[in-house]
């Protein structure tokens, strides 16, 4: 990381400030598909308390994001069956870009371009400090699940595999 690098101001950041959510900047080289193992070890910490911010669509074509922890990935069968619909798949990034404003591998559930229903694998309450995306590529906040949970107000679920 360069001793020039700036904290970035996104959207993500303005809504936490907004609500009077305290967060700690957490900045690393962001390494094109290198997920939430590069940005765990980078920063030091266990990648299960790594947030990954999920867009996803149902059947009809309906948006979603889901939060899961960086070492575990989403049983998108199950969440269909919990959400009632008969499919949930990845969107294609352009499509998650359109949705959040954010550039895959940066996209924060902080401050979205389009509302979007959020679903949170359950188990990230339990947690002291999370670290999720700031809403820019190589940027994460370490923030409370209580702050996450009281701005977004996700359903939680238990859709990890």
Known sequence: MSSKTRVPVTPAT?????????????????VEHGGTAVSSQTLGVDEHAVVKTLVMEDDTGSPLIVLMHGDHSVSTKNLARIIGVKQVKPCDPAVAEKHSGYRVGGTSP????????????????????????????????????????????????????
């Open 110 to 161: 902080f401050g979205t371009r389009k509302r979007m229903p959020v679903y949170m694998q359950e188990t990230i309450a339990g947690l002291d400090r999370i670290y999720i995306n700031g809403g820019h590529r190589g940027f994460l906040v370490a923030i409370s699940p209580a702050d996450l949970i009281r701005v977004l107000q996700p359903v939680a679920v238990d859709v990890a595999n």
């Open 14 to 30: 303005r809504l936490l400030r907004q609500e009077g959510v305290p967060y700690e900047e957490c900045l690393y080289d962001y």
